[in-house]
């Protein structure tokens, strides 16, 4: 049972959005910790997409964004493309563990 | 070129040891803070261990605490995990991920590597 709460997996067809949900408790995301995003496509080392809950780094596209509010925070992916086919991760800090913690992870189908 | 090679992975029985490392190129982990991350085969992403930016401090998951060590050397460039005491749910693949933040609490895996896959099994 992961500390941080993810859907087991999501789909949407080619050009549509999804969203990610992200659900934590008071001793990580609640508690202020930030909310990051990882994409693992099939086979390869995960990637980070989003820091800081809404921040892309260079290269990631406009289409992915971040969000946190309260103890939840979600990821969502418009103009879906088969390229967007991964696992997804959500990643923070658990004070009451003290340790880094990641959600169960999503896996995204482009049908 | 930035990047992280992993190393060490094998095949080893319950109860016995392993030693990771992982060398780093393009950047010194001696101001960077460090982790491993394991994946079970078919599971998800698990943190299990960081080493500090510039301090000497190491921290543990729970579920490998008094069993595995950190440490680096930071005149090799290189960070590793020695493994103690393995479990059959020790099997997974490790990978060595710099930690992106101000304080020893927070922050992302901006960099990973490749993994190196170890496996407990009699």
């Known amino acids: 049972q992961s500390v941080l709460t993810q859907p087991p997996s999501v789909s949407g067809a080619p050009g549509q959005r999804v969203t990610i949900s992200c659900t934590g408790s008071?001793?990580?995301?609640?508690?202020?910790?930030?909310v990051y995003w990882y994409q693992q496509l099939p086979g390869m080392v995960p990637k980070f997409l989003i820091h800081?809950?809404?921040n892309r780094p260079s290269g990631v596209p406009d289409r992915i964004s971040g969000s946190k509010s309260g103890t939840s925070a979600s990821l969502a992916i418009t103009g879906l493309q088969a390229e967007d086919e991964a696992d997804y991760y959500c990643?923070?800090?658990?004070?009451?563990?003290?340790?880094?913690?990641f959600g169960g992870g999503t896996k995204l189908t482009v049908l | 070129e930035v990047q992280l090679l992993e190393s060490g992975g094998g095949l080893v029985q319950p109860g016995g040891s392993l030693r990771l490392s992982c060398a780093a190129s393009g950047f010194s982990i001696s101001n960077n803070a460090m982790s491993w991350v394991r994946q079970a085969p078919g599971k998800g992403l698990e943190w299990v261990s960081g080493?500090?930016?510039?301090?000497?401090?190491?921290f543990y998951a729970d579920s490998v605490k008094g069993r595995f060590t950190i440490s680096r050397d930071n005149s090799k460039n290189t960070l590793y995990v020695q493994m103690n005491s393995l479990r059959a749910e020790d099997t997974a693949v490790y990978y060595c991920?710099?930690?992106?933040?101000?304080?020893?609490?927070?922050?992302?895996?901006?960099?990973w590597g490749r993994g190196t896959l170890v496996t407990v099994s009699s």
């Open positions: 800081g809950n809404t």
């Open positions: 080493i500090s930016g510039r301090g000497s401090g190491t």
């Open positions: 008071s001793s990580n995301i609640g508690v202020g910790y930030d």
């Open positions: 991920a710099k930690r992106i933040a101000l304080t020893d609490t927070g922050g992302y895996f901006d960099l």
């Open positions: 990643q923070s800090y658990d004070t009451s563990l003290s340790a880094w913690v």
